[in-house]
């Protein structure tokens, strides 16, 4: 977003050569936390294996490691085939943390345990596979989607966690701010129009859509999705799981689904004009529409849609608002300290200096030595108002659009970042590291 970058080049201006070492001791940092997260991941899986990956059993290894990860909060585990052997890796609050060298000779059996465990054709290694684990640990109970890649030193292995006990969280703790909260719960309970949500992979764009399901989940209700893929199913919702192979795009299904007599659709993801246009047509004709589509910031989506060929006045007629989110992870509470940032940061933070609660990451046993315990999202909210849909129908710049919004109250989503460090819930390298675009 302009003002984000517009701060962001004032810092050091002048001394590039600071800045650039600045960030590089930063990504240093980071990585030096995310190796000692795997050392201490690593002695964990060692224990519980009893010491060796060379004597032990290739299922109860892998039994190990996806134990591990769940009782670590991981989103994804990695099997990398490496010239060595396979690398395990997991992905814990957005980060990926070596865990284990798999040897070469143990690899193959490896390979095998995980795809018996999906249900995979475990003779098949020439071609991309899916499957599914269901398991249960301490009363929870986890679903498992596995993907198998075929890559020039063999399979590369991806469980993608899925905790089926966890709920869907509330709209409330999802780390939206009050007042927009309020609006957006508002917003969302209008009985026709359309919602888009936006950001990259992994930003939680799912969870924010099915936490608004959830608020308006009714027995008085239709409510249809359509999601590529599934993820958790909610009671009480049609869900469709969208399969091009055979037709079931998300434009065939959702003209089917008009059909249906719904109340609410969610439409996984907005990728074409064809898409585009029945989603609207359908929010300007008695139905309830979220969706989520590819842009940095909440004005881009506008950008975004009218690329599409979708008019502006389709746009205003037929569009409540647009989300923009990221994830940051939240600062360990056990091991924060407190700290005093460099005058030029606290300057492009608009900050005023002591008058903020800032911490730095530290690292415990609690935390795995990251420093870091959890994630909150970080949210910038376009409102559609009649000074923004002005702008749009007159087909002014980015610019523009995003100067009328924010002088109608609009944050960016480095401000909003901001926030979040002066309450001390996140860091400024955080920040930095997601929001630095």
Not at 104 to 126: C, F, G, H, W, Y
Not at 144 to 151: K, Q, Y
């Amino acid at each position: 977003m302009s003002g984000s970058k517009t701060k962001s080049a004032a810092v050091g201006e002048g001394k590039p050569e600071d800045v650039l070492q600045q960030r590089l001791e930063k990504e240093l940092s980071l990585e030096q936390k995310a190796s000692a997260a795997g050392d201490v991941l690593q002695q964990k899986l060692l224990k519980r294996i009893g010491g060796s990956v060379d004597s032990v059993q290739p299922v109860m290894l892998v039994s190990a490691i996806i134990e591990l990860a769940l009782n670590s909060r991981a989103t994804d585990v990695h099997f990398d085939p490496t010239e060595g052997g396979m690398t395990t890796r997991l992905r814990i609050d957005g980060l990926l943390h070596d865990v284990l060298l798999i040897p070469k000779r143990v690899q193959p059996n490896v390979t095998a345990r995980v795809k018996v465990l999906a249900e995979m054709d475990i003779s098949e290694t020439r071609r991309p596979q899916d499957g599914h684990i269901s398991m249960s640990i301490d009363d929870k109970r986890f679903d498992l989607r596995v993907a198998a890649l075929p890559t020039f030193r063999g399979e590369k292995l991806v469980l993608r966690v899925l905790d089926s006990t966890g709920g869907i969280p509330k709209l409330d703790d999802l780390g939206m701010e009050y007042s927009d909260r309020v609006f957006f719960e508002e917003i969302i309970t209008k009985p026709q129009g359309m919602t888009l949500v936006t950001g990259p992979t992994g930003s939680g764009k799912t969870t924010t859509l099915y936490s608004s399901l959830e608020r308006i989940n009714h027995r008085t209700y239709n409510i249809i999705t359509l999601e590529d893929p599934v993820e958790y199913q909610i009671k009480g919702i049609n869900q469709v799981q969208i399969n091009p192979v055979i037709d079931v795009t998300f434009a065939s299904t959702l003209r089917a689904s008009l059909r249906q007599d719904p109340d609410t659709i969610l439409v996984g993801e907005i990728r074409d004009m064809e898409t585009a246009s029945i989603a609207i047509r359908a929010a300007m004709t008695g139905h309830r529409v979220f969706s989520t589509i590819h842009a940095n910031t909440a004005p881009d989506a506008i950008n975004t849609l009218i690329n599409m060929n979708i008019r502006p006045f389709l746009i205003t007629s037929s569009l409540l608002c647009i989300l923009a989110q990221r994830l940051v992870r939240r600062l360990c509470p056990d091991c924060r300290k407190p700290f005093q940032p460099e005058p030029e940061i606290i300057q492009e933070m608009n900050v005023k200096d002591g008058q903020a609660a800032i911490h730095r990451a530290e690292g415990c046993e609690k935390c795995n030595h990251t420093g870091y315990l959890g994630r909150t999202a970080v949210y910038e909210l376009l409102r559609m108002t009649p000074a923004v849909k002005t702008a749009i129908l007159a087909e002014k710049n980015l610019e523009q659009i995003v100067k009328i919004a924010s002088s109608e109250g609009m944050k960016s989503l480095f401000e909003k970042g901001v926030n979040k460090v002066v309450e001390g819930t996140t860091s400024i390298d955080e920040l930095y590291r997601v929001l630095k675009f």
